[in-house]
């Protein structure tokens, strides 16, 4: 059996922060970067199943998003995923949910996972 579980990276503020010098948003790197709490939950399930089934399962999690986010698939890895895929091309940039839906949607149209999880 194959789960595959779409993950995302968030960011998330630090203790202290400096607004950036447009004065609209903050400072990159006041941010914290990690993995979206709810795609976390999604990750526990997959590997709760893994371990319980008396069948082999694999745990792929997917994640549309650049460089940065190969942090979060290492921290899945960590967690008991077995595979990790991230897509990503800057034409992809600043993309809306829908598009992104779109290649998540490619991804597991080519996986063929027997369960989709998603936070």
Known sequence: MKILVAVKQVAALDEDFVIAADGREV????????LNEW????L????RIKEASATPVEVVVV??????ADEIL???LAKGADRAIRM???AAAGSDPIAI?????AVARQE???????G
């Not at 400072?27 to 990690?34: G, H, K, M, S």
């Not at 526990?44 to 590997?47: G, L, S």
């Not at 994640?63 to 940065?68: C, K, L, Q, W």
């Not at 063929?112 to 998603?118: G, I, K, T, V």
Request: hydrophobic share 45%.
């Open 27 to 34: 400072d990159a790197d006041f941010l914290i970067r990690d």
């Open 44 to 47: 526990e399930e997959a590997v």
């Open 39 to 42: 795609d976390d939950f999604s």
């Open 74 to 76: 290492r921290k899945c």
């Open 88 to 90: 990503w091309d800057e």
């Open 63 to 68: 994640s549309v998003g650049p460089d940065e």
């Open 112 to 118: 063929a996972p027997d369960m989709l999880f998603a």
């Open 101 to 105: 839906a779109r290649v998540l949607a």
